[in-house]
């Protein structure tokens, strides 16, 4: 197989999407069909505002790179096109369709990181420069919806949650990162002026335990667990009321999912008190 996207995408949004569900269903493989052709029209369909065709897409990527259909070769290039041309895209926006392809981009960097944990294929280099992307993402994006009315699941939070997780189980990401990747997720929890509520804080606290499972990072989450109420005091003098609440609706969300993720646990007594001594400033 080539390079992507070398020559005009040979199939719309429409046929792409009836070609994938032939494969689903059955009906064809992907030995049948020119297979750079459809990973072309799958790559430039990824944000798709259609929320069928974005999920079939995502599928699609997912059972092709866990079967092996895709070559690692393929893999490295859908990677680095997806750090340099999609993961990016549209940064700033907030409101507009942008956001699907973002947050659907983090997505399949979720599962080919997943692979490169299984079989090692990836260089260190595009390993650390996935890391260094996904935490520049997370500090800029500003399209923090869940459910989108009509055009379905954004979910930019959730998903890039998920792909935190994944980096943190690659050998090739430093402990001494660990944190790094963890603290703009939580800083955007307890900074969005919207509500989340759509299992956010649930995606969320998942890499966080991965993390503290690994015994990283539990005394620079405790600590910033223990300046919430500060910060947001801090907050309240500069925000509009509506807006303090959905922060802090936020905050005491979050921090109840970590209560139970981590209560109970003897490694983790300290911070469990922390997270208690925070929520009782509410």
């Known amino acids: 197989m080539t390079t992507l996207l070398t020559s005009k995408v040979q199939y719309s949004e429409t046929e792409l999407f009836t070609i994938l569900n032939e494969i689903k269903s059955g009906q064809k493989t992907w030995s049948e069909e020119n297979k750079k052709a459809i990973v072309d029209a799958m790559i430039t369909h990824i944000g798709s505002p259609t929320s069928d065709v974005r999920e079939l897409v995502y599928r699609s990527f997912c059972e092709s790179i866990i079967e092996n259909q895709l070559d690692h070769a393929v893999l490295k290039e859908l990677m680095d096109y997806s750090l340099d041309n999609l993961l990016h895209k549209g940064i700033g926006e907030n409101g507009t369709d942008t956001v699907f392809t973002r947050a659907f981009t983090t997505l399949l960097i979720d599962v080919i990181i997943y692979k490169d944990n299984e079989k090692d294929f990836l260089p260190t280099e595009t390993v650390t420069r996935a890391k260094d992307a996904i935490v520049r993402y997370i500090d800029l994006e500003q399209d923090l919806r869940g459910y989108v009315p009509v055009k379905g699941w954004a979910h930019s939070v959730a998903h890039v949650a998920d792909t935190c997780g994944e980096l943190l189980k690659s050998e090739m990401v430093d402990q001494k990162d660990y944190f790094k990747i ?71 969300s979050l921090l109840k999912s970590l209560y139970l993720g981590v209560s109970g646990d003897e490694k983790y007594v300290s911070l469990a008190e922390t997270v208690k001594k925070s929520l009782s400033a509410f």
């Open 182 to 252: 963890i603290e703009p997720l939580l800083k955007k929890y307890c900074n969005a002026q919207t509500v989340f509520v759509h299992g956010e804080d649930d995606r969320v606290i998942k890499p966080v335990l991965t993390m503290l499972n690994k015994e990283v990072g539990i005394a620079e989450l405790e600590a910033f667990v223990s300046e919430i109420p500060d910060n947001l005091k801090a907050q309240k003098e500069k925000l509009a009321p509506e807006v303090y609440w959905y922060v802090m609706a936020n905050c005491k």
